[in-house]
């Protein structure tokens, strides 16, 4: 049972190119989260995902985009990176009926030069 | 709207002495309250949670957080620090009944323990 994972761990960018984030649970959660941690704040949610085919916005979704598929992956895509867009990115899922609970991934350092 | 303050950004404690992170909330309903532990390059790990019941909760590693709707505050305590506590902490809650993607963080406090 290895949780979620994330790749890649670490990634630098330039400015204008893409690039998509990966993250896989295999614990069979329903609810997928996307967040971003930036120096001295707190995690704000990009998207979220109650299941696979529904998505929607978080806090702070200007420039990325989601997709869910199946129940266990639920990739983050950057189209036309800014350096805005430089941030730790983390993965989190929880079970329908224990939504509260995240369980969170390892992270994505992003860096766009 | 719902708010989360985390009072101190760094917090140095001597090995075995207490520790005290504070938090407090705003809410316009009934909160559940959260406290994640996050060790170096990982990932946040939930450490105890307030959803109803009993107001003081233990949590994992020997600390607990007590709810106190009065001072709409929910500090994480553990009696003796050690090095291994040495993390970023944050508080977090969510508006009860709406879901996880409503959990607000606060900004994290950075634990020292000093040998």
């Known amino acids: 049972n290895a949780g979620v994972t994330q790749t890649p761990k670490f990634r630098i960018l330039k400015i204008g190119q893409s690039m998509t984030l990966q993250c896989t649970q295999d614990m069979n959660h329903n609810y997928m989260y996307w967040y971003r941690q930036d120096p001295g704040m707190g995690l704000k949610l990009i998207y979220y995902s109650v299941g696979a085919g529904i998505t929607d916005k978080g806090e702070v979704p200007n420039g990325y985009n989601v997709s869910r598929s199946t129940t266990e992956d639920f990739p983050l895509r950057l189209e036309l990176a800014a350096p805005s867009q430089t941030s730790v990115y983390f993965c989190?899922?929880?079970?329908?009926?224990?939504?509260?609970?995240?369980?969170f991934g390892p992270g994505t350092r992003l860096t766009v030069t | 709207a719902q708010s989360v303050t985390q009072l101190g950004s760094h917090v140095s404690v001597s090995e075995g002495a207490l520790v005290l992170l504070r938090c407090n909330y705003s809410?316009?309903?009934?909160?559940?309250l959260f406290w994640y532990v996050q060790y170096p390059n990982q990932g946040l790990q939930l450490l105890l949670k307030?959803?109803?019941?009993?107001?003081l909760v233990k949590g994992i590693n020997g600390f607990e957080a007590e709810f106190k709707k009065s001072e709409t505050s929910f500090h994480l305590t553990k009696p003796s620090a050690h090095m291994s506590d040495a993390a970023e902490y944050f508080c977090a809650v969510t508006p009860s009944g709406t879901g996880g993607f409503k959990t607000i963080f606060g900004a994290g406090t950075r634990l020292f323990v000093k040998a």
């Open positions: 989190a899922s929880s079970e329908a009926d224990k939504v509260y609970e995240q369980y």
């Open positions: 307030y959803t109803t019941g009993a107001t």
């Open positions: 809410s316009s309903v009934p909160p559940y």
